[in-house]
């Protein structure tokens, strides 16, 4: 079975600097995919960005960027420029392409972020 | 406006009381989902539905129930059988298919009386 693991329970970071949170998986298969979702006090879950295991070329959605090693089995968040507004729950998926998987999704437990005015 | 509506926002049930979350979606998504979250810890599938009246337990579906008579709704029904209900319910939904993202509702919060 896959698993996920978000080993830093809590990162801070100053306004407009550069924060990286770690994610780390486990599964056999080849073909997957990997999302980083956003979980603000209202607590709404909200999709950051997703990655294709297929693809090679990292995926960026504006100031939120990953770092993904396939091999290592390593999913990193870069936010750059870090606002106010992001400081929240962040959460690392994984999602299997399986019929038999359902497609449901794994979660780590979640980190959280801490941003200092 | 397209989306996911959860009702209600915070949701109490008595001892021995079933209790029912709604859940719609305006997104013309086929694939629907139930999912818990606890303290601490990632969400947890409780039910999904692929296609209208159809419906698959996921890993926690024990005290639990779902319908899906129509695409749009899904509602999740707490029983009395489920001892530790207290939690935190997000219902999400995509298109059907192995690539397709998953997008969430803004959640109900139940509590136990």
């Known amino acids: 079975a896959q698993t996920v693991t978000q080993s830093q329970p809590e990162m801070s970071v100053q306004e407009a600097e550069t924060v990286t949170l770690s994610c780390t998986y486990d599964?056999?298969?080849?073909?997957?995919?990997l999302f980083w979702y956003k979980q603000p006090p209202s607590r709404q879950m909200i999709l950051v960005i997703r990655?294709?295991?297929?693809k090679q070329q990292n995926a960026t959605e504006n100031r939120f960027s990953v770092n993904f090693q396939k091999a290592a089995k390593s999913f990193s968040l870069k936010i750059s420029d870090s606002q106010l507004g992001d400081a929240a729950m962040y959460f690392c998926a994984y999602r299997s392409v399986k019929m038999d998987s359902n497609y449901q999704l794994i979660w780590g437990a979640g980190t959280k972020l801490i941003i200092k005015p | 406006d397209g989306g996911i509506t959860q009702s209600p926002k915070y949701l109490f049930r008595k001892e021995g009381q079933n209790v029912t979350l709604s859940c719609e979606q305006n997104?013309?998504?086929?694939?629907m989902y139930w999912y818990r979250q606890d303290p601490g810890q990632g969400l947890r599938l409780i039910y999904y539905?692929?296609?209208?009246?159809?419906?698959q337990k996921g890993d926690i579906a024990e005290g639990y129930s779902v319908s899906r008579e129509k695409k749009e709704s899904f509602p999740l029904t707490v029983t009395s059988a489920q001892k530790n209900p207290t939690a935190f319910y997000l219902c999400?939904?995509?298109?059907?298919?192995?690539?397709?993202?998953?997008?969430f509702g803004p959640g109900t919060r139940l509590l136990v009386l």
């Open positions: 999400a939904s995509s298109k059907r298919g192995a690539r397709e993202t998953q997008y």
């Open positions: 599964t056999s298969e080849s073909d997957y995919y």
């Open positions: 539905s692929q296609i209208v009246n159809d419906f």
């Open positions: 997104l013309n998504h086929d694939a």
């Open positions: 990655q294709e295991a297929y």
